[in-house]
């Protein structure tokens, strides 16, 4: 196999694989930050997905990922069904940077299409420009909580119309919500398997 240099184009290199292939340059080879923005999703997940084998990834001597156009493609059209399929659309309104970060992650992983707000303005802003098929909806937000957000929700598209699944680290809310019209409560902190379950659930309903 035939190596070839890449000019550095990151910032920062990583840490390189023993097994790792050089790849080369030119407009076929996307580099990480690259890449994510091809397939729209954040640079830890294209990492996530590399590590796991899913999306292949080649290296460049000093240790930095490239990937190829066309791999991307083909992970693209896998990632739709057989009849060309968009991938559901999530909305995620949570004020923890990091939360928001390992839900996008984790769900993105799993082939879903992540768009996320840090309050309710930024959530509601998100819902008129593209309306979701789900919303992931912190209750303990400040200025306007969740259950606001949640009232405006209903009050633009109907109740039930956009499934919504609340979360906080108040147990007792779970009543509440479900009151209120969420499809489903999850208290903090997470177990991923259930929060993908219960977006699974929602989302074939």
């Known amino acids: 196999m035939v190596d070839f240099e890449v000019p ?24 990480l930050g690259q890449a994510a923005r091809y397939l729209g999703v954040a640079q830890s997940t294209i990492r996530k997905w590399s590590d796991g084998g ?14 190829r156009k066309s791999d991307l493609d083909a992970f693209l059209s896998g990632s739709r069904g057989a009849a060309g399929e968009v991938r559901a659309r999530i909305l995620v309104v949570d004020d923890d940077d990091g939360l928001r ?9 799993d082939g879903y299409t992540v768009r996320e707000a840090a309050n309710a303005a930024e959530g509601l802003a998100a819902l008129d420009e593209e309306p979701p098929d789900l ?9 306007v ?15 039930g119309a956009i499934p919504v699944i609340m979360f906080s680290g108040k147990v007792d809310e779970a009543a509440t ?3 209120r019209g969420a499809q489903a409560f999850i208290g903090k902190p997470f177990d991923p398997q259930q929060l993908i379950d219960a977006t699974k659930q929602l989302l074939r309903s």
């Not at 970060?101 to 992983?109: M, N």
């Open 177 to 179: 919500a479900a009151e």
């Open 101 to 109: 970060e390992y839900l996008r992650v984790t769900l993105e992983t």
């Open 145 to 159: 909580d969740g259950f606001e957000m949640l009232r405006r929700v209903h009050e633009r598209h109907g109740v």
């Open 54 to 67: 899913r999306l292949p990834a080649f290296y460049t001597p000093g240790g930095h990922r490239r990937f």
């Open 135 to 143: 919303i992931l909806l912190d209750v303990m937000m400040p200025e």
């Open 8 to 31: 550095d184009m990151t910032g920062e290199p990583e840490r390189s694989r023993s097994e790792g292939l050089s790849a080369g340059g030119g407009p076929d080879w996307l580099t």
